[in-house]
């Protein structure tokens, strides 16, 4: 295998203050320098990645701790907000976003009727609605790339999915019970209404619309699967690699061709992390073309077409970590994976191409239509970082985009993670001189 570059997880700033209690996910905003943090005091707090500073404290929807928040893409002059609580309820929260620049979201100061410049209440976070049915604890929730939906999943071992009419007004347009423990992650793939959702039981389940009705699609457990709980799941961000292949397309082999256009046949994968320590890559068996010449007598429209999906490993992650891994984030500028968990350390792996990938470090030979199917391409840990938070448990890691005035090139990504102390931190990611 080639060598690998190697980086360094570099503090750059704790935002402060931090909470007094536990907190579980901090989710970037998808156009502003904030981010959104989930508390066990039953707040969200909202922070500036400009000044590193918080900006909100949301408080009064929710009365337990709140697991999860997603902001809703693609509004206008609006942040839109979910949270999901311990106490089975999600919230729906809205902000007017005033036309600004970074620097307005640097020195807010949150607390009381009235902040330093004369705002009042109306400039906070106004609680917009509740979302009732689930029986025990949300343990994440997400918002499609669309933001037509919003899917919740809980310890009552069901995943919801509901669609927003407008706003305010949603309905719940499927329970799925597939999972026979709790439901811990869901998460959307990013070109398409497809949902995958990690459980207790072990399990990796998919799901799509069919016939008005929400199916599974495929469920990877078993021994194709990890055998130990599944904390989290994430797809590939949309396009990256195909983006970032072809920009070495010239003086590739065949077999690195192939791989490429594997890539734009089965589209994103999917990456999930597991109590058995390791990372996980799965990707999707691209469907074979009907041939046009060929009739089974059946008029075309009437015909059935099966919509279950095949999700195979394409690679194990080199195992580093020494207890669970709860968090795992794909960066959609770099390729580059980080995954956080209960040993404190912070890990970043890299894939580069290689001649020859050994079993057991990055994958294993996977049948396919009854011949070896290997990828070109191998993971390796390019940072790692031991006791991020102290003594302390990471309970999320995610990449967002730096904003603070150190920002050293356009589309440069910090790595953010969530601890058990209270604490969110952020990390530069910096590329290691050569000796």
């Keep these: 295998m080639p060598e690998s570059r190697k980086y360094t997880l570099a503090p750059l700033a704790t935002l402060t203050p931090a909470a007094s209690s536990r907190t579980w996910q901090t989710a970037p905003h998808p156009t502003l320098p904030i981010v959104a943090t989930a508390c066990s005091d039953r707040s969200v707090r909202v922070y500036s990645l400009t000044s590193f500073t918080l900006l909100h404290t949301i408080t009064g929807g929710h009365k337990r701790s709140v697991r999860a928040v997603s902001w809703k893409p693609g509004t206008q002059g609006q942040s839109v907000l979910a949270t999901g609580s311990f106490d089975s309820s999600a919230g729906i929260w809205r902000r007017e976003e005033q036309p600004s620049n970074e620097d307005d979201f640097t020195n807010r100061r949150i607390g009381g009727d009235e902040d330093e410049d004369g705002r009042d ?9 509740i979302l009732d049915g689930h029986e025990s604890e ?21 995943v919801w999915i509901w669609e927003e009419l407008e706003d305010d007004n949603f309905e719940t347009v499927a ?14 793939h990013p070109e398409e209404d497809l949902l995958a959702s990690a459980s207790y039981d072990d399990s990796v389940r998919l799901y799509r619309e069919d016939a008005d009705d929400w199916v599974q699609v495929s469920c990877i457990s078993g021994k194709e699967g990890h055998g130990m709980t599944v904390w989290w799941v994430e797809f590939e961000g949309s396009g990256m690699s195909k983006k970032d292949f072809r920009a070495q397309r010239d003086g590739l082999s065949d077999e690195q061709q192939q791989h490429i256009e594997g890539l734009e046949q089965s589209g994103p994968r999917l990456a999930t992390c597991s109590d058995d320590c390791t990372v996980r890559i799965w990707r999707r068996k691209p469907r074979e073309q009907p041939n046009a010449s060929s009739s089974t007598g059946i008029p075309s429209i009437i015909r059935s077409v099966a919509i279950d999906e095949d999700w195979y490993q394409d690679a194990v992650l080199p195992q580093v970590h020494e207890r669970a891994i709860y968090s795992v984030s794909w960066s959609r500028t770099t390729g580059m994976i980080v995954s956080a968990g209960s040993d404190g350390k ?39 970082l031991f006791s991020a938070h102290s003594v302390f448990e990471i309970n999320h890691v995610t990449w967002a985009k730096r904003a603070d005035k150190g920002k050293r090139w356009e589309g440069e990504e910090v790595v953010v993670s969530t601890g058990d102390e209270g604490e969110v931190k952020t990390w530069t990611v910096d590329e290691t001189p050569a000796s």
């Excluded at 209440?121 to 609680?127: L, N």
């Excluded at 329970?175 to 959307?188: M, R, T």
């Excluded at 894939?351 to 390796?380: C, F, I, K, Y």
């Design 138 to 158: 949300i343990k994440s929730l997400t918002w499609s790339p669309s933001g037509q939906y919003l899917a919740t999943c809980s310890r009552d071992k069901s």
């Design 175 to 188: 329970v799925l019970q597939e999972h026979d423990g709790d439901v811990k992650c869901v998460a959307w």
């Design 346 to 384: 912070i890990i970043v792996y890299k894939e580069q191409w290689t001649q020859q990938t050994a079993n057991g470090v990055n994958g294993e030979h996977m049948e396919v239509d009854g011949t070896q199917a290997q990828s070109p391409t191998g993971w390796v840990v390019v940072a790692e």
């Design 121 to 129: 209440d109306e400039d906070d976070y106004q609680f917009s609605c």
